[in-house]
């Protein structure tokens, strides 16, 4: 089993930075191939960011290219969302994700994770 949680969430202006980290308990971080998702009111759950166990392979979806960084910590069993150059569409509850069963998962897809954070809440004012 592991616990994730999540901080880092507020209120920024447009343009403004945040950076979100999620902190995992309860397995081996090392083994984890961790994401970030993110869910507006009214629509589905989307992929954000992912970071393979081993550090070397990181995803984005196409709209955050260029302005988020995921990077990960082993020795602290985190992992970080730098967001900059925010934007009222990205405004969200962002849900980090774990999963360490499956070789090789599709890490854009939801379904390849097996655990969950409770979210942090990013609003980005206009």
């Known amino acids: 089993q592991v616990q994730l949680v999540e901080s880092g969430g507020g209120l920024v202006q447009t343009g403004g930075s945040l950076r979100l980290s999620c902190a995992a308990s309860?397995?081996?971080?090392?083994?984890?191939?961790m994401g970030w998702f993110r869910q507006a009111p009214g629509k589905e759950r989307e992929f954000v960011a992912a970071i393979r166990w081993n550090g070397f392979s990181t995803y984005y979806a196409d709209f955050v290219k260029g302005r988020f960084t995921i990077s990960r910590d082993n020795a602290k069993s985190t992992v970080h969302l730098q967001m900059n150059s925010l934007k009222p569409e990205d405004t969200a509850s962002y849900y980090c994700?774990?999963?360490?069963?499956?070789?090789?998962?599709?890490?854009?897809?939801?379904?390849?994770?097996?655990?969950w954070g409770q979210g942090t809440q990013v609003t980005v004012s206009s």
């Open positions: 994700a774990a999963q360490g069963d499956k070789y090789q998962a599709d890490l854009r897809s939801p379904h390849s994770y097996d655990y």
């Open positions: 309860g397995r081996t971080y090392a083994t984890l191939d």
